[in-house]
Nanobody, 125 residues
Framework: QVQVVESGGGLVQAGGSLRLSCAASGRTFSSYYMGWFRQAPGKDREFVASIGRSDTFPYYADSVKGRFTISRDNGKTVSLQMNSLKPEDTAVYYC???????????????????WGQGTQVTVSS
């Protein structure tokens, strides 16, 4: 059974930092893209960042570029370092694994296969 589990969310003041972690288990994920999406209340789930196998091809949404860094520690673990956080970054953050992703520019939620339960990130002003 595939499991994707996020950790590391919380409450932080604007300008602060948080680090999210994600671990996937249940099958071999080393060759798949892994990524992060987020969803704020009343809004669609949106792409944040993704990374290919062996820590290659990191790709970011324009809204987080230069502030967030995605990294992959091994085939099944991915982290998202979030710096200079803004109130508009407040959302539930989801980790995901995509077996059908062939390029980093594939950023639609429907193109990803496995999802975690989400972790809340709240940035106060």
């Amino acid at each position: 059974q595939v499991q994707v589990v996020e950790s590391g969310g919380g409450l932080v003041q604007a300008g602060g930092s948080l680090r999210l972690s994600c671990a996937a288990s249940g099958r071999t994920f080393s060759s798949y893209y892994m990524g992060w999406f987020r969803q704020a209340p009343g809004k669609d789930r949106e792409f944040v960042a993704s990374i290919g196998r062996s820590d290659t091809f990191p790709y970011y949404a324009d809204s987080v570029k230069g502030r967030f860094t995605i990294s992959r520690d091994n085939g099944k673990t991915v982290s998202l370092q979030m710096n200079s956080l803004k109130p508009e970054d407040t959302a539930v953050y989801y980790c995901t694994v995509g077996s059908r992703i062939t390029t980093a520019t594939m950023t639609s939620p429907g193109e990803y296969d496995y999802w975690g339960q989400g972790t809340q990130v709240t940035v106060s002003s």
